[in-house]
């Protein structure tokens, strides 16, 4: 059985709870307050789930969950077992703008990176552990078109892994500018150079794929950024690791010259 | 006559004038070794303004501009290539040709550690008068042909006959000043940029496909194939393909892009089709001229041979 308590005060438990996204069901609260010796009211609410009360959770895994198989609540990614806790994920620090980073992946060619394979997952759990209601698998593929171009297609992938069929993506786009020793800033904000901005959300489908051009400038190192929002068939969403919905794909680092464009040959990871 | 010596201090003079004009480059392309496929080189043509200390404008060609306003509040630049006229050691294949290497050549190692194995010679390069002078520099195997421009104190062209390499500059203007607003992005760029965009989407929009000009055949079969056109023009049949790149079978290109135009025209590149690392094929039907470009390895003649009979007709 879990057992978690999330400082804060009283009157606030209730409104933190609330806002926990990703976690439906019953949740009960016990909310009560101490006072310090300095005077001050400290308020505490415990959260203690019900033995083999079921909650469901969605959130993004590097792996699946094991089907037919009831998976610790030890085993789950430590931002779902936040969720699990009733609390909001830590922002992740990134050096990307709003915590984007790289999920590892490969560079098949010069031209090429594809992200490794991401799970979003719906999971029912008790307090013996979780077993998947709903996944789907998620990638990004990037492909810079190169040479003297200045355009990349990302491509979105998102398939059922296990569960109902029925699911719902939506994308957001961004471009980012790797600013060596300093925090990264978007290509858009960055300078006027005919980068496309943002897009997005935008409903997506598997395999779609959307081509941008990242800006007209050489001498610098760009990289996409996707965030693939999945909305499970119950209508619930995926929470990330920074506590917000989607999945945060870094795309690998894009080395632009004046006269060539390819992928670096390595890359910042957003941590 | 001015020796080498006195040529290499030119290239030094600062500071450098504002220039226009056109670079052309050429460089070899990889094969498998043994001369397969047959050469074909890649050219590759910009417009170009340069405005001292750093600022650039090249219009590459269909769409490709690169535009750099020089701003040292930047910091550091990522570029990992180096500056100026340099060679690799993966020479001819792992350089960049552009006309900063030409004109801002001054802190150039391989002009640095050169010494010339004749006596310059006066020449005249596209309308200016010039020095050449062949060079022996230790990060070539080959001879390295330089022309040098006296008055502007930049090099005129850079050639390696040996390797197939060359690159220069020609139609040059060098006016009295350059405005700030030809290293921005205006409105007349961005007009052009979304022309570009609207006339790639109608090719894609309008080519589904099953109505893509796709060989039947392809080493390791099909199923990895999900071909689209992503470049092209409606008024001439240009059209350029992606057949997939992604998930292709072991020992097999691991991309690949086929490219439909009118015979005879200069060949359309896009993409990384214009890197040396590149294998190219070509071949013409009764309508077309084709090319094909592959990632990783070439086809066989073999292999080659199948694709092309396995093309739609007419």
């Known amino acids: 059985m879990s057992r978690s308590h999330v400082r804060s005060t009283a009157v606030a438990a209730s409104a933190v709870v609330a806002a926990v996204a990703g976690v439906t069901g019953a949740v009960p609260v016990h909310a009560h307050t101490t006072q310090y010796s300095d005077g001050k009211d400290v308020g505490y609410f415990a959260y203690q789930p019900l033995a083999k009360q079921n909650r469901m959770v969605g959130f993004l895994s590097d792996r699946p969950l094991p089907e037919n198989v009831v998976t610790p609540v030890s085993g789950l990614p430590s931002s779902a077992r936040e969720l699990l806790a009733g609390r909001s994920a830590v922002t992740p620090q990134t050096d990307t703008p709003r915590g984007y980073k790289l999920r590892k992946g490969n560079t098949p060619t010069n031209y090429i990176y594809k992200s490794a394979d991401v799970y979003a997952i719906e999971a029912d759990c008790d307090s013996d552990g979780c077993r998947p209601v709903q996944q789907v698998k998620l990638a990004i593929k990037e492909y810079v078109r190169g040479r003297t171009s200045k355009n990349w297609e990302i491509t979105f992938y998102a398939s059922r892994y296990s569960g109902p069929s029925h699911f719902h993506m939506e994308y957001y786009y961004e471009c980012g500018v790797n600013i060596p020793n300093a925090k990264d800033k978007t290509c858009s904000t960055w300078k006027h150079d005919g980068a496309q901005g943002h897009a997005g959300p935008a409903t997506a489908v598997n395999k779609q794929y959307i081509v941008k051009n990242f800006g007209k400038t050489p001498v610098v190192t760009k990289f996409p950024m996707i965030n693939l929002l999945v909305t499970f068939n119950d209508g619930s969403e995926a929470i990330g690791d920074d506590g917000k919905p989607g999945e945060k794909f870094r795309g690998w680092d894009v080395c632009v010259t004046k006269t060539t464009t390819k992928l670096c040959h390595s890359t910042g990871d957003g941590s | 006559m001015a020796g080498w010596t006195e040529l290499r201090e030119l290239l030094h003079r600062t500071p450098k004038p504002a220039v226009e004009g056109r670079h052309v480059s050429v460089q070899p392309r990889r094969d498998n070794g043994q001369g397969w496929p047959p050469a074909s080189p890649v050219r ?243 309508t077309w001229q084709w090319t094909l470009a592959l990632w990783g390895r070439p086809l066989t003649p073999e292999e080659l041979e199948r694709v092309i009979n396995s093309m739609p007709k007419g």
Not at chain 2, 157 to 169: D, I, M, N, T
Not at chain 2, 210 to 218: E, S
Not at chain 2, 251 to 262: G, K
């Open chain 2, 44 to 286: 590759l043509s910009a417009r170009f303004a340069y405005r001292p200390p750093g600022d650039w404008f090249l219009d590459h060609g269909n769409g490709d501009i690169t535009i750099e306003a020089y701003d040292p509040a930047d910091g550091p630049h990522a570029d990992d290539s180096p500056s100026g006229l340099d060679f690799g050691p993966q020479f001819p294949w792992d350089l960049a040709p552009s006309p900063e290497r030409l004109i801002s050549c001054a802190d150039s190692p391989a002009l640095a550690e050169a010494t010339a194995l004749a006596e310059p010679t006066n020449v005249r390069h596209h309308g200016r008068d010039a020095w050449a002078v062949t060079l022996r520099t230790p990060s070539l195997p080959y001879p390295l042909h330089v022309v040098v421009d006296p008055t502007a104190g930049i090099l005129l062209s850079a050639e390696v006959e040996e390797a197939g390499y060359r690159e220069e500059l020609s139609e040059l203007d060098f006016p009295a000043r350059l405005p700030d607003s030809r290293f921005e992005w205006n409105d007349v760029l961005e007009a052009a940029e979304k022309a570009h965009q609207i006339r790639r989407d109608q090719i894609v929009a309008s080519h589904g496909e099953r109505t893509l000009p796709l060989p039947a055949f392809w080493p390791g079969g099909l199923d990895h194939f999900e071909p689209k056109a992503f470049d092209g023009d409606p008024a001439t049949g240009l059209l350029a393909m992606d057949l997939y790149n992604d998930n292709a079978p072991a020992d097999t290109p691991t991309m690949a892009v086929l490219i439909r135009q009118r015979p005879d025209t200069p060949f359309f590149e896009p993409g990384w089709v214009a890197d040396p690392e590149a294998f190219v094929h070509h071949w013409k039907d009764s």
